[in-house]
């Protein structure tokens, strides 16, 4: 179902679909800035949108187009950014999701589209509501907004962060042996923060060179945003070489437990050889063989396996081929 919210300096107003036409017309009319966040739109209000606001057909064709990769569109009087926010989800094996959010930018208004709850539009509906002064023009809105995008992919990439780091302590400290859907999970959450990162970089960086829409306070604000999302990238690529190192270790942890195994049962196989050696000659039952006619020869005959065989097993202990004597 739709939501509706419109905010403007005199405050923040949730609309009913009837009452969309109606109060954009008012908005429109007073001549200050607004901002309507729609959230799962219907055709018939992105209709309203282009009727009311004289947005171009093209633009709204944009919007209604979902999973689009970040860009921007310039119309008369207006342009479209498609920008991608991320959600984190720590309940999903892959807990990093993208949801497109669609940023129709004209000189009096910002419509912002999106088809789920989004933190960051969230975070601003909450600022102004606490007492945040509303920005006197949409683009300040608009590189708040942003901001707020980036920072949510940030938190993200620190999640993401922290989830390798507890990885590698798991498989290291032996706590985990089998890390490979763990590790499957977190290269899949990079792939999916870091598909949009260049696109999105390259458009913000195109919006804020667009002097007809964009102030240069505004710009400003966007181009720390794209300095954000570089750096964001050699993160991205610095936690995937870290999950790939964690992978290494595991391999390499598994071939030295395997080893360890090897070795163990070849020290058990020699020392169970002398002892199938002594058991093979007095199994041999020829007439004339002293030691069977003996009265403690088979007595003595274990004992002599039991010296031999924890003889040998001290020798292979104190050499620390059975762990650390």
């Given at each position: 179902m739709a939501r509706l919210v419109l905010t403007t300096r005199r405050g923040r107003q949730v609309l009913s679909p009837p009452d969309l036409e109606a109060a954009l017309g008012a908005a429109r009319r007073e001549g200050e800035s607004f901002w309507l966040d729609v959230q799962e739109p219907a055709a018939?209000?992105?209709a309203v949108l282009e009727r009311v606001l004289g947005l171009q057909p093209v633009a709204v064709a944009e919007v209604r187009r979902p999973s689009q990769l970040p860009r921007v569109e310039v119309y008369p009087g207006h342009a479209v950014l498609v920008v991608h926010a991320v959600e984190v989800d720590r309940e999903s094996r892959i807990p990093v999701h993208r949801v497109e959010v669609d940023c129709i930018l004209g000189p009096r208004f910002l419509v912002t589209v999106h088809m789920r709850e989004v933190t960051a539009v969230a975070e601003m509906h909450r600022r102004l509501e606490g007492g945040a002064p509303f920005p006197a023009t949409p683009?300040?809105?608009?590189?708040?907004?942003?901001?707020l995008l980036v920072k949510q992919l940030y938190h993200a990439l620190d999640y993401l962060a922290d989830r390798v780091a507890v990885l590698e302590e798991k498989v290291i400290s032996g706590r985990l042996r089998n890390p490979m859907p763990e590790v499957t999970a977190i290269r899949r959450a990079l792939v999916r923060l870091r598909h949009g990162?260049?696109?999105e970089e390259q458009a913000i960086?195109?919006?804020?060179?667009?002097?007809d829409l964009v102030s240069e306070g505004a710009a400003a604000?966007?181009?720390?945003?794209?300095?954000l999302l570089r750096r964001m990238w050699d993160g991205v690529?610095?936690?995937r070489d870290l999950v790939d190192n964690v992978v290494e270790v595991y391999l390499g942890l598994r071939t030295d437990r395997l080893n360890v195994i090897m070795q163990r049962l070849t020290l058990i196989t020699t020392i169970f050889m002398p002892l199938t050696l002594i058991a093979g000659i007095y199994g041999m039952n020829f007439q004339y063989m002293?030691?069977?006619g003996w009265k403690y020869g088979y007595p003595a005959t274990l004992l002599l396996m039991v010296i031999t065989g924890y003889g040998m097993y001290r020798w292979f202990r104190a050499r620390g081929w059975f762990g650390e004597p």
């Open positions: 018939d209000q992105v683009d300040l809105l608009l590189a708040g907004v942003i901001d990162l260049g696109p960086s195109d919006l804020a060179g667009l002097p604000a966007m181009r720390r945003a794209v300095d690529e610095m936690e002293p030691e069977l």
